[in-house]
């Protein structure tokens, strides 16, 4: 599922490198390590993760329509744009 790459990124359990759009896979290993979160979509199209990462840390992402994520993850603020896979 698209939304548990986006997780394993923020997270950094998937490492992406600064560049050119990249195609990311998660494994059901990585799957199994981002365990559970809820989501919710607003009106506007902005949608909102709320979990805790395998330390216990909160985090949050924001995800707005046009792919754009920023997450806070414990102390850490972590920005990206998302799209489908053509």
Same mark, same amino acid.
């Given at each position: /599922? /698209?939304? *548990? =790459? $986006?997780? #394993?990124? =923020?997270?950094?359990? !998937?490492? $992406? +490198?600064?560049?050119? +759009?990249?195609? %990311?896979? %998660?494994?059901?290993?990585? #799957? #199994?390590?981002? &365990?559970?979160?809820?989501? +919710?979509?607003? @009106?506007?199209? !902005? !949608?909102?993760?709320?979990?805790?990462?395998?330390?216990?840390?909160?985090?949050?992402? *924001?995800?707005?329509?046009? &792919?754009? $994520?920023? +997450?806070?993850?414990?102390?850490?603020? %972590?920005?990206?744009?998302?799209?489908? @896979? @053509?």
């Amino acid at each position: /599922m /698209m939304m *548990t =790459a $986006v997780v #394993a990124v =923020a997270l950094g359990l !998937t490492p $992406v +490198a600064e560049g050119p +759009a990249q195609t %990311v896979r %998660v494994s059901s290993d990585i #799957a #199994a390590k981002i &365990g559970r979160y809820s989501q +919710a979509t607003d @009106a506007r199209g !902005t !949608t909102r993760v709320r979990g805790y990462d395998r330390l216990g840390r909160p985090y949050e992402l *924001t995800i707005d329509k046009h &792919g754009y $994520v920023e +997450a806070s993850v414990g102390d850490q603020i %972590v920005s990206f744009r998302v799209s489908e @896979a @053509a």
